[in-house]
């Protein structure tokens, strides 16, 4: 991990790129595995919003675990527990992209959508908050 100056334009992207992944995990016809890794997509991403938003980066090696590790010390530890719900769909969904088929249940996608959803509606309100000019 690294500290560097957060831009509006980055954050703004990836904001973009997080919508863009929570609209395509809700697409009709996906199937569960494609639309839980969506979902996942865009957690990451949010959480990447979060932590350029702080002046931080995440290189290397294991850098998805390392962003939710990091997502949960942030902000006050405000999303601690979501960073360990997003540690567990990590484990999920490398077995669905790397191992098996079928990994995710319906009911295990749309929580994670769910989850994101509100993920998402938080991060706004707090870059409102604390990074207006990142806005």
């Not at 980055?10 to 997080?18: F, N, P, S, T």
């Not at 569960?32 to 350029?52: C, N, Q």
């Not at 769909?89 to 249940?105: E, I």
Request: hydrophobic content about 35%.
């Amino acid at each position: 991990m690294s500290e560097s100056k957060p831009d509006r334009s980055e954050i703004q992207r990836l904001l973009a790129v997080a919508a863009r992944e929570l609209r395509d995990a809700g697409v009709e016809g996906l199937s569960t595995d494609g639309s839980f890794e969506h979902a996942y997509g865009a957690a990451l991403t949010l959480s990447t919003a979060v932590i350029r938003a702080e002046g931080e980066r995440v290189h290397g090696p294991d850098h998805h675990r390392k962003t939710f590790e990091l997502l949960g010390s942030l902000a006050d530890g405000r999303w601690s527990d979501l960073s360990d719900y997003f540690q567990h769909c990590r484990t999920r969904r490398n077995r669905a992209v790397y191992d098996v088929a079928g990994v995710a249940s319906e009911g295990e996608a749309r929580e994670l959508r769910e989850q994101v959803e509100n993920f998402r509606a938080d991060v706004d309100r707090w870059l409102a908050e604390s990074h207006p000019e990142l806005r």
